[in-house]
């Protein structure tokens, strides 16, 4: 009984398969019954009868392979966008380091205060014009870092 049904699901499952690739004929009897077959009647008049499957065409499927090699190219593509906002987070914030930098230093040559630097283990103050260098120099950074960012 069990080889029974398993041959019966096989060939349900086969038939599908087997006439789709096959001519389709359809025709009407003497009695004005109508047929149709695999095979054209002797004899008789018949039509030849486009049959549609529910298989999707072959051009729209792609092969496992196919799928794996496309899922790994968007992996790849994602890592890619992740790691390229990383640098960019990355230089934002040292945009803003630099510009916080730059602030700070612009207020205390501000100030006219007196700086003082080491310069080879002796300590002395800046003159007018190298404070005014100084201010420059800073000034351009902050315009640099502290803006809208620049397109690279």
């Not at 699901?9 to 009407?28: D, E, G, N, Q, R």
């Not at 047929?35 to 039509?47: A, I, L, V």
């Amino acid at each position: 009984m069990n080889r029974k049904i398993l041959t019966l699901a096989v060939l349900l499952v086969a038939a599908p398969t087997m006439t789709s690739a096959a001519s389709v004929y359809k025709w009407t009897d003497e009695n004005g019954v109508t047929h149709f077959g695999d095979r054209q009647p002797t004899g008789q008049q018949s039509e030849s009868v486009s049959i549609r499957t529910g298989k999707p065409s072959a051009s729209n499927r792609q092969s496992p392979q196919e799928q794996v090699k496309a899922l790994e190219e968007q992996e790849a593509e994602q890592a890619e966008r992740q790691e390229e906002s990383a640098v960019e987070e990355a230089r934002r914030k040292q945009r803003e380091a630099n510009c916080e930098t730059a602030r700070s230093n612009l207020s205390i040559l501000q100030r006219n205060s007196r700086i003082r630097v080491e310069e080879d283990g002796e300590q002395r103050y800046l003159s007018e014009e190298e404070i005014a260098e100084q201010r420059t120099k800073f000034e351009e950074i902050a315009e640099e870092n502290c803006g809208a960012p620049s397109e690279e």
